[in-house]
T-cell receptor, first 111, second 110 residues
Framework: GAGVSQSPSNKVTEKGKDVELRCDPI?????LYWYRQSLGQGLEFLIY????????KSGLPSDRFSAERTGGSVSTLTIQRTQQEDSAVYLC?????????FGPGTRLTVL | GQQVMQIPQYQHVQEGEDFTTYCNSS?????IQWYKQRPGGHPVFLIQ?????EVKKQKRLTFQFGEAKKNSSLHITATQTTDVGTYFC??????????FGSGTKLNVKP
């Protein structure tokens, strides 16, 4: 595709359920980031993938959060046992050179 | 830890007035990037500054990087309603991570 795509665009879940968020980066971009943006706030770094290197997971807020990237392309962010404070927009970005290209985000609402 | 502070949080201006947002880091940055996020949209890359004291212009937008590479500013001359949105800086300390400021939300009254 022409840009970064994310699915679903919106996700409403009940507290305690697991959710999976998907990111399809721009083809050929080897670097991929996940960020979290709470309402009216800046972007909080979650995790970074670069090629086949071990991901930088230092931004994940708890062990309920995990992410993987299969085949150096599609990435999935998984949140287990969701809590209300997990409600936010989850943004994925792929990077070429120094420019990050963001997807439209997934708005997660935990009831 | 490393973080980037951004002010002001909000700015309301009359169309035609100027606007400036500032970012500051407690430690030296490798480079700094600026993004614009329209209401309901996602961040869009505007520019990257790398060199000490660097100044770059994009039409009515002027970006500056401080001599010590610890602060940066974005100045918009003669704002237009199309400038509405939230402007974020993102500080880069190492190869991997970007630390985003909290953003400045700009509202332009016609």
């Amino acid at each position: 595709g022409a840009g970064v795509s994310q699915s679903p665009s919106n996700k409403v879940t009940e507290k305690g359920k697991d959710v999976e968020l998907r990111c399809d980066p721009i083809s050929g971009h080897t670097a991929l980031y996940w960020y979290r943006q709470s309402l009216g706030q800046g972007l909080e770094f979650l995790i970074y993938f670069q090629g086949n290197s071990a991901p930088d997971k230092s931004g994940l807020p708890s062990d309920r959060f995990s992410a993987e990237r299969t085949g150096g392309s599609v990435s999935t962010l998984t949140i287990q046992r969701t809590q209300q404070e997990d409600s936010a927009v989850y943004l994925c970005a792929s990077r070429v050179a120094d420019t990050q290209y963001f997807g439209p985000g997934t708005r997660l609402t935990v009831l | 830890g490393q973080q980037v502070m951004q002010i002001p949080q909000y700015q309301h201006v009359q169309e035609g007035e100027d606007f400036t947002t500032y970012c500051n880091s407690s430690t030296t940055l490798s480079n700094i990037q600026w993004y614009k996020q329209r209401p309901g949209g996602h961040p869009v890359f505007l520019i990257q500054l790398v060199k000490s004291g660097e100044v770059k212009k994009q039409k009515r937008l002027t970006f500056q990087f401080g001599e010590a590479k610890k602060n940066s500013s974005l100045h918009i001359t003669a704002t237009q309603t199309t400038d509405v949105g939230t402007y974020f800086c993102a500080g880069h300390y190492n190869f991997n991570k970007f630390y985003f400021g909290s953003g400045t939300k700009l509202n332009v009254k016609p």
